[in-house]
């Protein structure tokens, strides 16, 4: 059955989210941080045979928990450093490794929540990578930068935390737009949010400082569907971008969908 046919109703967010029995290599050790119940996930890296360690805190809400999309993407990127032949990343990473100039690659991540994927990006790719969230989820994404910072710098790598609204130009112009490739995952969930989160990626990947057209950069999202109103994110993207599948994980055992891994490029 495809995607388009499962019915929306039967398909509920509230129990996608991560547990031990979707990912192997997550240890979860429940612990207690200033009061606050929170949540020690340890993800082996096979590559740079390291564990990185992520700081959830449940009842802070959903940009503090670990999705499935964010670590089907983590995966990825770990069999990507591993084998490169036969990572579905490949030919993305190596076109934006060509417009680098031998320098690290510089990448955003976008609703980066606990910061796992820009965390592990950082570490298997040895990149300069900047996570960004709510002004309000940046707390626990410094706190896990800095929790793995040894790892990630074992491989050349660095991670730098920012506030980013979507849709506010003034935020944009704080970060700069000078990234070679954006990364995110689970991030088309609420509708209201469709049309800021494509005016950030038309001003990040589209404009230059200038206002002029600037060089093409690719966004990779990973993307569990839950709603039957997410395709008409998909149809507005497809207006400013060419959009196609790099990936497609099997479903999770009690799910009948799984995660998607896509690749936006720019219209000329």
Not at 67 to 74: H, M, Q
Not at 204 to 213: A, I, N, Q, R
Request: charged share 25%; hydrophobic share 40%; proline share 4%.
């Amino acid at each position: 059955m495809s995607n388009e046919e499962i019915d929306e109703d039967e398909i509920n967010p509230f129990t996608m989210l991560l547990t031990d029995d979707q990912d192997h290599t997550l240890n979860s050790v429940t612990t207690v941080h200033e009061g606050t119940p929170n949540q020690q996930d340890h993800h082996h890296l096979r590559s740079i045979q390291s564990t990185v360690v992520i700081r959830q805190l449940p009842s802070e809400g959903l940009s503090f928990q670990l999705w499935p999309a964010a670590t089907a993407l983590v995966s990825l990127l770990d069999l990507h450093r591993l084998n490169p032949s036969q990572s579905p990343l490949s030919a993305t990473l190596s076109a934006a490794r060509a417009t680098a100039n031998d320098r690290p690659l510089k990448i955003l991540e976008l609703g980066s929540g606990t910061g796992i994927v820009g965390i592990v990006a950082a570490a298997t790719l040895g990149g300069d990578v900047t996570i960004t969230d709510l002004p309000h989820v940046v707390p626990n994404l410094q706190f896990n930068a800095d929790a793995n910072k040894e790892v990630v710098g074992s491989t050349g790598g660095a991670v730098k935390v920012a506030s980013l609204r979507w849709g506010h130009a003034d935020d944009v112009a704080k970060i700069g737009r000078e990234f070679d490739i954006i990364l995110a995952s689970d991030v088309v969930y609420h509708d209201h949010l469709y049309d800021p989160l494509l005016e950030t990626l038309r001003l990040m990947t589209l404009v230059s400082d200038d206002g002029k057209e600037r060089k093409k950069m690719v966004f990779v999202m990973a993307h569990l569907r839950r709603w039957k109103k997410e395709s008409s994110f998909f149809k507005k993207a497809k207006k400013l971008f060419e959009v196609d599948v790099l990936h497609t994980d099997s479903p999770c055992e009690g799910s009948r969908v799984g995660v998607i891994i896509y690749r936006f490029v720019g219209k000329v």
